[in-house]
């Protein structure tokens, strides 16, 4: 009985934080995600430090990778930027005009959302020039791709100061010192096993009384590979086995 009421429990417990995740959580985080215009530029520089110092990344360890991959998905989650990041292009489009970068978000369903982003020029005498979005997107790419360059400059330094982890050393049996009991012991058991190896294995006498009787009809040939069989001795010591009886 207490085991099902723990197991009703949980699944209750389960269901209220799903509720409680995906009915309030999640979609108030999106929707400051969404209309927040430093979030997007703050949470991707935040990911691609913490995955530098956690994986000590530097130029001499392939952290180009890791910034060419950031500076192509942050070229398209944060294609608007936001105006610290738009200021430089204000600049050079200020003898132009005033620039407008603007995102459009519409929500046709619960769940659905269609996102756009414009640019546009307005020029002194009040005409709008619009541009196309890959000028937006080729100036986010060049602008996250100096972002996470100096980043990954100061971010490597750093990870390059940090000491190294320990490798916890764990000390077998293989690698501590032998008692000179068990010197003894091994010096006696390898003196038996070479022992063992170099006395001969001679075949049993039941054999041998083959062996003789084959000896006695000329069958010489067959009497040596029948030692061999029986014993650990070459062809050369059989030879010499079988002539001896």
Do not use: C
């Not at 360890?61 to 910034?67: D, S, T």
């Not at 030692?227 to 010591?237: D, F, T």
């Amino acid at each position: 009985m207490k085991k099902n009421a723990k197991i009703l429990f949980f699944v209750f417990l389960f269901a209220v934080v799903n509720i409680i995740l995906f009915g309030w959580v999640l979609p108030v985080v999106f929707q400051y995600y969404l209309h927040n215009t430093y979030i997007r530029g703050i949470t991707l520089l935040l990911i691609f430090s913490i995955v530098v110092l956690a994986k000590r990344f530097t130029w001499k360890n392939n952290i180009v990778y890791v910034i060419a991959v950031f500076t192509l998905f942050s070229m398209m989650i944060d294609t608007s930027g936001n105006p610290i990041f738009n200021k430089p292009l204000e600049w050079i489009v200020s003898p132009v005009g005033e620039l407008q970068v603007m995102q459009d978000i519409n929500n046709y369903a619960p769940g659905e959302y269609a996102i756009r982003d414009n640019i546009t020029i307005l020029k002194q005498n009040g005409e709008v020039l619009e541009l196309s979005t890959v000028w937006l997107y080729l100036y986010r790419f060049v602008q996250y791709m100096v972002l996470y360059s100096i980043a990954g400059t100061l971010l490597g330094a750093i990870a390059g100061r940090r000491p190294q982890p320990k490798v916890a050393f764990v000390q077998t049996a293989a690698d501590q010192p032998l008692t000179a009991e068990q010197e003894q012991r091994a010096a006696a058991e390898i003196k038996r096993r070479g022992e063992a190896v170099n006395t001969p294995y001679l075949p049993p006498e039941e054999i041998l009384d083959t062996v003789r009787q084959m000896k006695k009809d000329g069958k010489l040939i067959q009497a040596i590979k029948l030692v061999r069989q029986h014993s650990n001795l070459s062809l050369g010591e059989a030879k010499q086995y079988v002539e001896r009886l």
